[in-house]
């Protein structure tokens, strides 16, 4: 693979819960789950892309991200797993699909989320990614992102194998598609079956139909624990029975087949060859436990990062949340800050001034204890991050507050989208060059700028550590450097 592996689509938050059932509800014959413990993942076009990157792949997800906790948990679900998010703005809420779960099967899936949302425009920096990929997957679930035009309109003309996963609700694939991937359920809810037909005939009539009619390459439809049918030349279909039989937890299977028929694609398997491997690949899904064995390690214990602690109404997610939406509906700016703030002295909350000037809200991304704990070691943070977030929340220069429990604030900025992500000019020994900035590559996703705003020098937190412990005393004075506020990127200027 020469580019990386690109997901399009709709991405849900999933959660299986696992409990015992001992009784029955005392008002309605309905067992009563008692929750023993709760796995959150990335669904939809999400799962897609972490079950790609679990396979080593370079994998990058375009999807709409909702200004919710769900938004941002989702987030850090995929930074988690190694996916690079290139996410849109999308209106309403994140969709959630809740599985109760006991001995290892689901009692009831609960979803909410109401409709489907509008996504917003990709930027340019999508369109481009496209153009360089190795194999791109549309993976639709009905709720708009295989809808939005200009995204249509870039899929039609990639160069790539484009491998579409459709879902009834959703569009048609574009003209062109390389390889559709439908279920039996979608094929009879998509074409309908001829009156007597068998399984076999309508999964075969329903699959040629869908090839012409969506001028596909190829269409493959999934016949669960029996295997696939493909349709791609002339009128019999090659039918890949299963290798295994394979009883058990299926959700997820439908993914894991279009991800490894897009992974053969972009090795440069033919359509038959790659139709085999997803089936081989999805058999052994199924057989060896599902989603529940399959979700990497690192995704399954990737930390709650949705911290609220009681400082007013300017911490957490859900703060966060409301100021962005109010300045993004009234066609404001974003402005976007981080750091662990251990000790918070002069030279911070002149660049918070000077950040918050950039803008129409300031939002500060903070290290929480354990991410500056492992970024600095077991003495740091001095000033515990309730009371960290805390002193940020009362400057009038703020607007919002959210902890982070990871090393970088990667996943929390693929969630906030901040038009502009401002550092303090003490961040490298040049002094101001913010395409340097590790967030600058981030930021390009969706059309975001970095900045360097100026300091106060001499003051330092592990400076004001050190003097406190040797019984010393910081340097008084306050030099403001030369450092100009700098916009590296296409605009040329500060907004």
Not at 100 to 119: E, M
Not at 143 to 152: H, K
Not at 291 to 319: C, E, I, K, M
Not at 357 to 383: A, F, H, Y
Request: proline share 6%.
């Amino acid at each position: 693979m020469t580019g990386p592996l690109v997901v399009v689509g709709d991405t849900l938050l999933d959660r299986d819960v696992e409990g015992v059932v001992s009784r029955l509800c005392p008002d309605s014959p309905v067992p009563v789950l008692d929750e023993a413990a709760h796995v959150d993942r990335p669904g939809g076009a999400g799962l897609s892309a972490v079950f790609a990157a679990a396979q080593g792949a370079e994998v990058v997800l375009v999807t709409a991200l909702a200004d919710d906790a769900g938004g941002a948990r989702l987030s850090v679900l995929l930074a988690a797993a190694g996916v690079q998010v290139y996410p849109l703005r999308l209106a309403g809420v994140t969709p959630e699909k809740i599985r109760l779960r006991a001995g290892g099967r689901v009692l009831l899936r609960h979803d909410r989320g109401g409709g489907a949302g509008d996504p917003g425009e990709p930027p340019e920096a999508v369109l481009r990614l496209l153009e360089r990929a190795s194999v791109v997957l549309v993976s639709d679930y009905g709720r708009g992102m295989a809808r939005q035009g200009a995204l249509r309109a870039a899929l039609a003309s990639v160069r790539a194998p484009l491998v579409w996963d459709p879902h009834p609700r959703g569009p048609a694939a574009v003209p062109g598609a390389h390889l559709v991937t439908p279920n039996e359920a979608e094929v009879r809810e998509l074409v309908e079956a001829p009156a007597g037909a068998t399984r076999l005939a309508t999964a075969a009539q329903g699959a040629q139909r869908l090839r012409q009619r969506w001028r596909a390459g190829a269409v493959s439809v999934t016949l669960g624990a029996d295997g696939a049918l493909l349709s791609h030349a002339g009128a019999t279909p090659l039918v890949v029975p299963a290798p295994v039989a394979a009883e058990g937890d299926t959700c997820g299977a439908g993914d894991r087949f279009a991800v490894a028929a897009s992974l053969a694609l972009a090795r440069g398997a033919l359509v038959s060859e790659a139709v085999q491997e997803a089936v081989a690949d999805a058999s052994a899904y199924v057989a060896d436990g599902g989603v529940a064995t399959a979700l990497p390690a690192r995704v399954r214990r990737a930390p709650q990062s949705a911290h609220n602690v009681v400082a007013g109404d300017r911490v957490g997610v859900a703060a966060a949340a409301t100021v962005v939406a109010r300045v993004r509906c009234a066609g404001g700016t974003v402005v976007a800050t981080g750091g662990c703030f251990d000790l918070l002295h002069a030279g911070h909350v002149a660049t918070l001034q000077a950040a918050r000037q950039l803008g129409d809200c300031l939002v500060v991304c903070l290290n929480s204890d354990t991410s500056v704990t492992g970024l600095k070691g077991p003495d740091r943070p001095v000033i515990r991050q309730d009371d960290r977030s805390r002193l940020l929340a009362a400057l009038s220069c703020v607007d919002a507050v959210m902890i982070f429990d990871e090393p970088t604030p990667a996943a929390a900025l693929s969630w906030l989208r901040p038009d502009i992500w401002v550092k303090g000019g003490d961040y490298s020994a040049g002094g101001g060059d913010g395409d340097n900035l590790p967030e600058a590559e981030i930021l390009r996703r969706w059309g975001g700028d970095t900045v360097v705003v100026p300091y106060l020098d001499g003051r330092s937190t592990t400076g004001m550590i050190s003097a406190a412990r040797t019984g010393g005393s910081s340097d008084p004075r306050i030099v403001v450097t030369a450092t100009p506020v700098v916009a590296p990127e296409s605009t040329g200027v500060v907004r």
